[in-house]
């Protein structure tokens, strides 16, 4: 080895890279020292052998081998494979070739540089499953958070149902007292008059005040603040004085509602007020899908071998079309116009429905009405 020879392999030893120089014959004619370590060979033994032999063990050029590449087209090469290493595990090689022409322009020969990736390449990998990792977790951050916003959105309107709660049962107070009277002073003017025909109309006075009394009792029950106390109901005394709160608006609207209860109903253990409050979300959303009017059947039934009961309510509006139908249990899902609906009516009965340990689902076709069955254990 000259000395040029000598000082060129001295320098290219120095580096953690492995390199190698091969003729067109793929046969090397130089080798670093990292290089022929790699393979745990002597650097000497392997000059002059195919490249493709003494690296990678092949009886051919490798598959999309960078040095043959350079060779074809005159141009710097890179690429990064992976193989299985000399300690059986998989590594990541990143390879470079750079042709060396002769004065006419033909590559003579081809410097190979290699060097294993794997470590580079696994803290990469690293990185990426962290990055992926943190936006799972800015997502579930963000989805807490629109929970959260959904649920201080429920109990705004929580609040705002209880001072509405509270004005209806100061008023509902303030008009039973005068109510008692008037009703207190016709009995005493029917017992004194004589003529029929006013003691007819003295009567028609009092049996509307005992009308308005009703309404207001029922009124006044239905605000009555709840610790969500569960107590054996009458389900059907429950329906019948919620109904009786709303009958006017039914009939205003040109609704007409239909009863099918079920006798054989035992009373069940529920918070009342609740379960008014299902009802009552139901036919407000029953009159808002009968603009013209129509008809809406309340029906109760015990299913003994399901030990549930059921409740289906039922109208004949404008139905819900395929596309609304997935929503209409999600918070401040509404199709009705802003001021008209807040969305959360359903939200609410599931809510209640569900507390009870029971379960609301819908029927509904666009045009053919609208089908909820409550279901409650027994
Ligand atoms: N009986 C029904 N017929 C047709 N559509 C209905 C019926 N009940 C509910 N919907 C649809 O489901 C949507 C959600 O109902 P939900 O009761 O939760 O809210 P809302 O009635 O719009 O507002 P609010 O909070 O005042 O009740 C309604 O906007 C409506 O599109
Ligand atoms: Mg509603």
Not at 108 to 135: A, C, P, S
Not at 165 to 171: D, E, N, Q, T
Not at 280 to 308: M, Y
């Amino acid at each position: 080895m000259d000395v040029s020879a000598r000082f060129l392999q001295t320098a290219l030893d120095g580096i953690d890279d492995c390199i190698n120089i091969v003729d067109k014959k793929f046969q090397i004619i130089f080798i670093n020292e990292a290089a022929s370590k790699r393979v745990g060979k002597n650097w000497r033994t392997m000059l002059g052998n195919k490249c493709y032999a003494q690296l990678w063990g092949k009886s051919a050029p490798c598959e999309n081998c960078v040095t043959g590449k350079a060779f074809e087209t005159g141009k710097t090469q890179q690429t990064i494979k992976w193989e299985i290493g000399p300690d059986g595990k998989k590594h990541f090689m990143e390879h470079f070739a750079f042709p060396i022409t002769d004065k006419e322009g033909n590559v003579e020969y081809t410097v190979e540089i290699f060097r294993d990736i794997t470590e580079r390449k696994l803290l990469e990998e690293e990185r990426e499953q962290q990055r992926l990792e943190l936006g799972k977790r800015v997502r579930e951050l963000r989805h807490a958070y629109e929970e959260l916003k959904s649920l201080q959105n429920q109990l705004l309107q929580a609040e705002k149902m209880a001072s509405i709660g509270l004005l209806a049962s100061s008023l509902a107070h303030e008009l039973d007292t005068p109510l008692a009277t008037i009703s207190g002073y016709c009995e005493l003017l029917a017992e004194d008059i004589q003529d029929k025909n006013f003691l007819g109309r003295v009567k028609t006075i009092s049996e509307q005040v005992i009308k308005c009394q009703k309404t207001i009792r029922n009124l006044l029950d239905f605000s009555r603040k709840s610790n969500y106390e569960r107590k054996l109901c009458n389900i059907h005394q429950l329906i019948n004085s919620i109904l009786s709160l709303v009958e006017h608006r039914l009939i205003i609207h040109k609704i007409r509602l239909h009863k099918t209860f079920d006798d054989q109903i035992p009373p069940l253990l529920v918070d009342g007020n609740q379960i008014q409050q299902v009802i009552l979300n139901l036919v407000n959303n029953a009159v808002d899908a009968l603009p013209q009017g129509g008809d809406v059947f309340i029906e109760t039934r015990v299913n003994r071998e399901a030990k549930s009961f059921e409740i289906i309510f039922e109208d004949n509006g404008i139905g819900i079309s395929d596309e609304h139908r997935k929503y209409i249990f999600s918070p401040f899902f509404t199709t009705k116009e802003p001021g008209k609906g807040t969305g959360l009516g359903l939200l609410i009965c599931k809510n209640i429905i569900l507390a009870h340990n029971g379960k609301i689902t819908l029927e509904s076709r666009v045009g053919n009405g609208t089908k909820f069955v409550i279901l409650l254990p027994l």
